[in-house]
């Protein structure tokens, strides 16, 4: 066997506030899954812990500070395993939003939704799958 990672680790980010909406984050039109609106986050990279990621992903993206203890892990998703490409599986963490201003650094867009709206945003396939995990735990 290959020593080389089977499968992508990567992370993402449901921020709440304080009237139970969520943000989400629409793809910009250059990258894959374009115009689609996802969890915020991205790749792990080597050396970093999922949580290390994320704050760096979140501060890249969106200008915006996590506190790592403020974090807590809401779920995942992965892709159907395939021959050939790494499957990817992406962490879910919570986290309430403390009011400070966020950003868009990337050329994506972001903004704030009810559960109910997100069910009806067009999003990547594994976000469809981690919006499900959430709201449906959540509703119970
Ligand atoms: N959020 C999300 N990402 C997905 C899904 N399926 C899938 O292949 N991905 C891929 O998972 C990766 C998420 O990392 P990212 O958000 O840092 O991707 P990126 O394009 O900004 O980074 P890059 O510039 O390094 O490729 C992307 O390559 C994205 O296309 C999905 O269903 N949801």
Known sequence: MEKIPTWLPVVA????????????????????????????????????NP?????????EELAYRLDSETLLPAGFAQEPASVGSAQIVILLYTSLWDGSPLSTQEGGEVDWFRPEEIAKLDKPPLDVALAQGLFEKASH
């Open 13 to 48: 980010l449901a921020l709440a506030d304080a009237q139970g909406r969520w943000l989400m984050h629409r793809r910009p039109p250059d990258k894959a899954h374009a115009g689609l609106w996802e969890f915020p986050g991205g790749k792990v990279e080597n050396g970093e």
């Open 51 to 59: 949580v290390q990621a994320l704050v760096r992903e979140i501060e």
